[in-house]
């Protein structure tokens, strides 16, 4: 299995910066993309960012020239720098990894972190 764990959260205000990461632990074989997600209150998750094993990045919208995506391979980790942050950026921001397990690729997901950006 994989185990994600989320970290870097917080209460920021208007215009800060804060980043996040995800370490991935436990029985696998490989890691294909690595990405953030959010989900505010009412809301659906919605994507934000996506990194691929080889470094190809794919954005939400809402968060390009903003927020910034990468990992490292090594240590299974992957970041996302938030700058610039805006109160619609609150929610609650969970990593997922598309991982080998036993020859099989599935989605697993850390427990989330919440980010809160006051005005």
């Known amino acids: 299995q994989v185990q994600l764990v989320e970290s870097g959260g917080g209460l920021v205000q208007t215009g800060g910066s804060l980043r996040l990461s995800c370490a991935a632990s436990g029985s696998f074989f490989s890691i294909n993309a690595m990405g953030w997600y959010r989900q505010a209150p009412g809301a659906q998750r919605e994507l934000v960012a996506t990194?691929?094993?080889?470094?190809?990045?794919n954005y939400a919208d809402s968060v390009k020239g903003r927020f910034t995506i990468s990992r490292d391979n090594a240590k299974n980790t992957v970041y996302l720098q938030m700058n610039i942050l805006k109160p619609e950026d609150t929610a609650v921001y969970y990593c997922k990894a598309f991982a080998d397990v036993l020859g099989r690729f599935r989605d697993y997901w850390g427990q989330g972190t919440q980010v809160t950006v006051s005005l």
């Open positions: 990194i691929t094993s080889g470094g190809n990045t």
